[in-house]
């Protein structure tokens, strides 16, 4: 070993790569991240390696970034797949419910039902009130809080299952479509009583009920009190083992005041009205 060997420190391990080298190993990460599925970390690769070169970020901090960018993609598809299959009928939330308006409703209580907590404990809810005092509205807010919560939710009207669970019955798939309305952490039937149901929808309505009894909730609408509910379906025993189930562990909110549509057909009076006293010309 020479003078000149100890003198002149070995560069190998020190030597930074070359912009090939970078890369090449860019290319690599590219793929992996691609490999893994992990496309939202792969697109914004990019823009997360110049962060961490401007800001001085630490291999650990970088790769934080990379993957929170992955974790919030994958659950904004999550929660879409989830609206998707929910079906709600309007983009009615808790925050745009008119609670002035709804005469007898607690807001501290609308409040814990929109934490889902009620779901934990199959809890139910019922919303009873004439039409267009917000039944509707209330439900698909409780129910979009549950899909952003990640719970399992589906939306129906209950003509529309019993008329669903009828072909099921026809078409030999009565057991497959009792369990896609069982599967659901939180069931909304809307509308009951809106409609005469014959005594097979009455039946399967019922079906439903009890097979979700205790295990997961329901969100149930009507315009007519649990007393004409024998009237409804048809069949007082019928009603009375469906209300049983129904109000074991239930929340009941009981809905009054004029109806949405006219307190909106009184606004556009008075704004007429004050509109052509506006303009109206004084006589010469």
């Known amino acids: 070993m020479t003078t000149h060997d100890l003198a002149t420190p070995d560069t190998t391990l020190t030597t930074r790569p070359t912009a090939a080298a970078q ?5 690599q990460l590219r793929t992996h991240l691609a490999t893994l599925c992990l496309h939202a970390a792969a697109e914004h690769l ?3 390696l110049d962060q961490a070169v401007a800001d001085g970020l630490s291999m650990t901090a970088t790769l934080e970034k990379l993957l929170a960018l992955e974790v919030a993609d994958t659950e904004a598809r999550r929660l879409a797949g989830r609206l998707r299959f929910a079906s709600l009928p ?3 939330t808790m925050e745009n419910f008119d609670l002035d308006a709804a005469a007898g409703l607690d807001p501290l209580l609308l409040q814990e039902l929109a934490t889902c907590r009620y779901l934990e404990s199959a809890t139910n809810v019922l919303l009873i009130g004439p039409p267009g005092v917000g039944k509707t509205h209330l439900a698909v807010a409780l129910a979009r809080k549950a899909v952003e919560a990640g719970y399992r939710t589906y939306f129906t009207t209950a003509a529309d299952l019993a008329a669903r669970c009828h072909r099921a019955a026809i078409e030999g798939r009565w057991n497959y479509t009792m369990r896609f309305f069982a599967g659901p952490t939180l069931l909304v ?3 009951l009583g809106y409609l005469p149901l014959p005594a097979e929808a009455a039946s ?3 079906q439903v009920i009890s097979q979700r009894y205790s295990k997961t909730s ?3 609408t009507t315009n007519r009190g649990v007393a004409s509910w024998g009237e409804v379906l048809g069949d007082t025993t019928v009603a009375a083992a469906m209300l049983d189930r129904l109000l074991h562990r239930s929340v009941v909110l009981n809905l009054d005041g004029d109806s949405y549509r006219l307190r909106g057909h009184h606004a556009a ?3 007429l009205r ?3 006293t506006g303009t109206r010309r004084p006589l010469q």
């Open 189 to 191: 039937i809307d509308e």
């Open 269 to 271: 009076s008075d704004t």
């Open 46 to 48: 990019p823009a997360v």
């Open 90 to 92: 309007t983009p009615a």
């Open 23 to 27: 890369a090449s190993l860019y290319q």
């Open 218 to 220: 329901i969100i149930l």
């Open 274 to 276: 004050r509109t052509a």
């Open 204 to 206: 399967a309505l019922f």
